[in-house]
């Protein structure tokens, strides 16, 4: 029985990969959720899904994710085929210039954006180890971004997303050593960008029209605009099923490939 488990799965990619991977009843689904309050939608599909198992943590902190690992491993006998470190966020306006002559800022932004991309990923990633080495498929997965390509950022001319893109590339630096170091064991890493997804509503869609579609125009100029969640997630979910272990460590798209859009 293939068995999943999902951070940040309270809405937009985590709550779509949950609602595909739970559709298929073989399927052990469990998603990681910090506030119950904010995953309704996450409740009402496992009602229905009682192949989902919701577990309340927090990814920044470790302790949380030993004791999510043991709860996971009560239901698997103590093993884990896929790990989906979907965690993310930070701000995405913020700009170098901003920061300029303002280094306790500065400091902040960046260490708050490495918390959530970086640290919660390495934290996860180290409790869950003993279930994913246990396991048949033994994949970890890290939802990263395009916004952390250097070409793409070059070439698009983005200036903004400063802590979000640094530490999206962090994470994508963890996912080659991590992929290094446990190649020998038939582990599989993969730092996966899931495309430029229309999960935002309010400002942030405004900023995704207003600003990012004429950006990524000048590298793609056949773009029309976002896909969808469920797009990026059957894509996604491509990717993950046909990761092989001589692709462990790289940082691909929701294509499989590098074209970010």
Same mark, same amino acid.
């Given at each position: 029985m293939p068995s999943y488990v999902v951070t940040g799965a309270s809405r937009g990619i985590g709550l779509g990969?949950?609602?595909? +991977? $739970? #559709? *298929?009843? =073989?399927?052990q689904v469990f998603a990681i959720i910090r506030d119950p309050a904010?995953?309704?939608?996450? !409740? $009402? @599909?496992?009602?229905?899904?009682?192949?989902?198992h919701i577990i309340i943590g927090e990814v920044t902190k470790p302790e949380d994710m030993d004791l999510a690992a043991q709860e996971v491993a009560k239901v698997t006998s103590g093993k884990l085929? %896929? @790990?989906?470190?979907?965690?993310?966020?930070?701000?995405?306006? /913020?700009?170098?210039?901003? !920061?300029?002559?303002?280094? $306790?800022? +500065?400091k902040a932004a960046m260490l708050e954006s490495l918390d959530i991309n970086l640290f919660g990923a390495l934290y996860t990633t180290d409790s869950f180890l003993p279930l994913i080495r246990a396991g048949e498929t033994k994949k970890i997965i890290c939802i990263s971004t395009?916004? &952390? /390509?250097?070409? @793409?950022?070059l070439k698009?001319?983005?200036?903004? &997303? @400063?802590? *979000? =893109?640094? #530490?999206?590339? &962090?994470?994508?630096?963890? %996912?080659?050593? *991590? &992929? %290094?170091q446990f190649r020998g064991e038939g582990i599989k890493l993969l730092s996966l960008s899931p495309g430029w997804v229309a999960t935002h509503t309010g400002p942030e869609a405004d900023m995704a029209r207003e600003i990012l579609l004429p950006a990524f125009q000048k590298v793609y100029p056949e773009l029309k605009g976002q896909i969808t969640t469920e797009e990026s997630i059957r894509m996604q979910l491509e990717v993950i099923e046909k990761l092989t272990l001589e692709q462990s460590g790289q940082f691909l798209s929701h294509h499989g490939d590098k074209i970010w859009v």
């Open positions: 990969l949950i609602q595909a +991977l $739970s #559709s *298929y009843e =073989s399927n904010t995953a309704p939608a996450l !409740y $009402s @599909l496992a009602k229905t899904n009682p192949n989902i085929d %896929v @790990l989906i470190n979907n965690v993310g966020g930070g701000n995405n306006r /913020d700009m170098p210039a901003d !920061y300029i002559g303002k280094p $306790s800022e +500065l395009g916004m &952390a /390509d250097l070409d @793409l950022m698009s001319e983005i200036p903004f &997303a @400063l802590g *979000y =893109s640094m #530490s999206k590339s &962090a994470l994508n630096a963890m %996912v080659a050593k *991590y &992929a %290094v």
